[in-house]
């Protein structure tokens, strides 16, 4: 099984920018369908973004479309979520997530779907 851990999280200004990693270890990542969710306090896990195996296709609620970007660099074994023209309302605990298939066209869009998480990583946009 894949482990998971993000890093890059902190405190920025509205406007301002971050970037957020997240370095798999145990298995290859090409083989995993990834997602960045984010959870706020007294709100339920919301997807933020998610990519196909090899990084072809992501998937982006309307809520950040524009603003996130998610990349990977499987031979580093990594993924990323690049967030710009961030808002208060990006503050949240931000997870990345893994979910092993076969296929190269699936991206999964919903938590319950992705089998491995990472500890997650604080984002508090102030205002």
């Known amino acids: 099984q894949v482990q998971l851990v993000e890093s890059g999280g902190g405190l920025v200004q509205a406007g301002g920018s971050l970037k957020l990693s997240c370095a798999a270890s145990?298995?290859?990542?090409?083989?995993?369908?990834m997602g960045w969710f984010r959870q706020a306090l007294g709100k339920e896990r919301e997807i933020v973004a998610a990519?196909?195996?090899?990084?072809?296709?992501?998937y982006y609620p309307d809520s950040v479309k524009g603003r996130f970007t998610i990349s990977r660099d499987n031979a580093k074994n990594t993924v990323y979520l690049q967030m710009n023209s961030l808002k208060p309302e990006d503050t949240a605990v931000y997870y990345c997530?893994?979910?092993?298939?076969?296929?190269?066209?699936?991206?999964?869009?919903?938590?319950?779907?992705?089998?491995?998480w990472g500890q997650g990583t604080q984002v508090t946009v102030s205002s």
């Open positions: 990519t196909d195996r090899h990084g072809g296709n992501a």
């Open positions: 997530a893994a979910r092993f298939t076969a296929f190269t066209a699936p991206i999964f869009t919903t938590a319950m779907e992705y089998s491995v």
């Open positions: 145990g298995r290859p990542l090409s083989n995993y369908v």
